[in-house]
């Protein structure tokens, strides 16, 4: 059975979609950058960095750093709009805590901001690994992130679950060797059709969840 879990953090645990969405398309509104829906949904699960790079020749005269900047000055806002966990997410965590499972964190954000945003909902203490973009040198959907997390968990890959929210953190678990679960906070389930299972959100999520890799073993609910 599954020896560990790991979650990805925007869209996954917390629903920062709504704010990411709208920094972003501020981002390319402010600078007159045409862009449409997919543009938008491409930043989702990558390092933002990374994500910029594919579109800054549009940006003549600009940096990565500075419109990484400007997108992140605009979540700040009062304008925006608020954040919360993810439904069923906090219940999760605690059951598989008080449980003995491992937990891992696998971000494409920043150390700081994952400390920040996990300590707003009250989960960042119930993580034994936190991997962010300051660990690695390939964000997703590269498998770096994934492997270094159950490294220092200890664990195998094909031992593991992760859940994601994005294309690019499915493709990295998959390419990792580990299970993964989907949740279509922020994609469809056809953008996430990789996962080995795919749901709504965390609400009435048992353990182990009910993947391939389970589905043949007793039902354990946590």
């Known amino acids: 059975m599954y020896t560990a879990a790991l979650f990805d953090l925007d869209g996954t645990l917390i629903d920062t979609e709504p704010r990411s969405h709208e920094a972003w398309s501020r981002l390319f509104r402010n600078h007159d950058v045409p862009h449409d829906e997919a543009t938008i ?3 989702a699960g ?8 594919d579109h800054l020749p549009r940006f003549p005269g600009h ?3 500075e419109l990484f900047a400007e997108a992140l000055a605009y979540t700040a806002l009062p304008d925006m709009p608020p954040v919360g966990a993810i439904p069923g997410a906090l219940e999760l965590l605690v059951r598989l805590k008080e449980s003995g499972v491992p937990l891992g964190l696998v971000t494409s954000g920043t150390r700081a901001y994952a400390r920040h945003e996990l300590g707003a909902v009250g989960a960042l203490d ?4 936190l991997i962010t973009s300051d660990d690695v040198s390939r964000g997703k959907p590269d498998p770096e992130g ?3 997390c159950c490294a ?3 664990v195998a890959p094909g031992d593991v679950v992760v859940f994601e929210d994005a294309p690019a953190g499915v493709a990295a678990a998959k390419s990792a060797g580990a299970d993964c679960v989907a949740i279509t906070s922020t994609q469809s ?3 996430l ?6 749901v709504p959100d965390l609400t009435g999520m048992t353990w182990p969840p009910q993947t391939p890799a389970t589905a043949a073993a007793p039902r354990t609910e946590v």
């Open 41 to 43: 949904r491409g930043f």
């Open 46 to 53: 990558r390092p933002p960095r990374e994500a910029l790079l």
């Open 63 to 65: 940096t990565v750093e």
């Open 126 to 129: 119930l993580f034994d690994v």
């Open 146 to 148: 994934c492997l270094k």
């Open 152 to 154: 220092a968990l200890g």
């Open 189 to 191: 389930a056809e953008a």
């Open 193 to 198: 059709a990789a996962a080995d299972l795919i």
